[in-house]
Nanobody, 126 residues
Framework: EVQLQASGGGLVQAGGTLRLSCEVS????????IGWFRQAPGKEREGVSC????????SYVESVKGRFTISSDNAKNTVYLQMNSLKPGDTAVYYC???????????????????WGQGTQVTVSS
């Protein structure tokens, strides 16, 4: 059974940091891309970042470049999203997802991901 467990969300002031974790079981990070998505109230889901060892790619949406860093630990089968310089606009529920596709520029297309974890709430106060 494939499971993705997202954690690490919380309440932080603007300018603060959080590190999200996505613990993956039932599939290998070597042949699946792991993406982070977020959805704010009243807004569409947005692809934030993706790491793919099979493609050798790391991708970010423009709004988080320079502030967020995605990484993975194969020994722990876990993907991290380090979020620095957080802004109120980053407030959302964050989800991790796994895809067996070669995503490249399509990393933010949610329907290309077969497995999804539950969300973790990130709230950034001004």
């Amino acid at each position: 059974e494939v499971q993705l467990q997202a954690s690490g969300g919380g309440l932080v002031q603007a300018g603060g940091t959080l590190r999200l974790s996505c613990e993956v079981s039932g599939l290998s990070l070597d042949d699946h891309a792991i993406g982070w998505f977020r959805q704010a109230p009243g807004k569409e889901r947005e692809g934030v970042s993706c790491i793919s060892k099979m493609d050798g790619t790391i991708s970010y949406v423009e709004s988080v470049k320079g502030r967020f860093t995605i990484s993975s630990d194969n020994a722990k089968n876990t993907v991290y999203l380090q979020m620095n310089s957080l802004k109120p606009g980053d407030t959302a529920v964050y989800y991790c997802a796994a895809s067996s596709w070669h995503l490249y520029d399509d990393f933010a297309v949610g329907k290309l991901y077969e497995y999804w974890g539950q969300g973790t709430q990130v709230t950034v106060s001004s």
